[in-house]
């Protein structure tokens, strides 16, 4: 008995320590300035949430739009048993999801955990609607790879859709 309380002690102190921790490492893509904000060290591995009603076809599509960039990934699973989507960022893995907290006037967002520059866990969140899915999940797979918004006209990482493009090069 007095094993178990002094485990689930030790689990609940990780588990603040680990919050608080993260929640200073989360870097939205809005809180610099810079165009990039961090890279990863290892490629990515893209898992696509079984909730996702995004085509295979629409994210392939758009790795391959960031690998002829040179943003490369590990390879892409769909998660039909649920095991990696129920995590919260879970190291080395960009989420592609449908469900989860999002600014209402948002129709797509990226959140990153980036450690001194580099990018370590990433999860994009598209909410199910008629607008350009393509070019929204582009987009934020741009920020996932560690890219800012470029309010540039025309360039896939403009902050307003209505103004972006399927350009991309480092101003």
Known sequence: MRDSI??????????VLFYAFSSIL??????????????????????????????IATVLNAINYWESKGFKTDHYIIDY??????????????????EGDMPADSIGVTRRMIVSGTVIAAEIIIQNCEVNVPLI????????????????????????IDRAGDKFWIP
Request: charge should be negative; aromatic fraction near 8%; glycine fraction near 6%.
């Open 26 to 55: 989360i870097e939205s893509a809005y809180s610099r300035h810079e165009v990039v904000a961090g890279s990863w060290e290892r490629k990515p591995l893209v898992v696509i949430c079984r909730d996702s009603e995004i085509r």
């Open 137 to 160: 999940l582009e987009h934020e797979l741009g920020h996932a790879f560690g890219l800012n918004h470029i309010s540039i006209p025309g360039h896939i990482m403009h902050p307003f």
């Open 81 to 98: 048993e649920n095991y990696v989507c129920v995590q919260s960022f879970p190291l080395g893995f960009i989420i592609i999801r449908n």
């Open 6 to 15: 002094i485990k689930l002690a030790i689990v609940a102190v990780l588990a």
